[in-house]
């Protein structure tokens, strides 16, 4: 997930056919489910954090990157979370909480 993102702020950066004022805040995730429920590996660039509900408590992921377009070196890191048999994992869009 971390080299998709690299690669789509690449190609943003070089179509300058948009103008200058073209950047995206991007979650990209990767699941890979198993017998006991599933591991995503999850990358944010600039992107609300992820909110996993366990058990009937909420936890909140931790998010970060740099947004997507406007700058040429950005700092991206891949989180794991795991996900057994009940739990959910909600990604949602910056406008929501706008």
Same mark, same amino acid.
């Given at each position: 997930p971390v080299e998709v993102l690299h690669r789509l702020n690449r190609a943003m950066l070089r179509d300058a056919s948009a103008g200058p004022a073209r950047f995206a805040t991007v979650a990209h995730a990767q699941v890979l489910v198993d017998a =006991?429920?599933?591991? #995503?590996?999850?990358? %944010?660039?600039?992107?609300?954090?992820?909110? #996993?509900?366990?058990?009937? %408590?909420?936890?909140? $992921?931790?998010?970060?990157?740099?947004?997507? $377009? #406007?700058?040429?070196?950005?700092?991206?890191?891949?989180?794991?979370?795991?996900?057994?048999? $009940? =739990?959910?994992? #909600?990604l949602y869009t910056d406008g929501v909480t706008e």
């Amino acid at each position: 997930p971390v080299e998709v993102l690299h690669r789509l702020n690449r190609a943003m950066l070089r179509d300058a056919s948009a103008g200058p004022a073209r950047f995206a805040t991007v979650a990209h995730a990767q699941v890979l489910v198993d017998a =006991d429920g599933a591991m #995503v590996r999850l990358v %944010s660039a600039g992107h609300p954090p992820p909110l #996993v509900c366990r058990g009937g %408590s909420v936890e909140v $992921g931790p998010a970060g990157g740099t947004l997507l $377009g #406007v700058f040429p070196t950005i700092d991206l890191q891949e989180i794991r979370i795991r996900l057994t048999r $009940g =739990d959910m994992m #909600v990604l949602y869009t910056d406008g929501v909480t706008e």
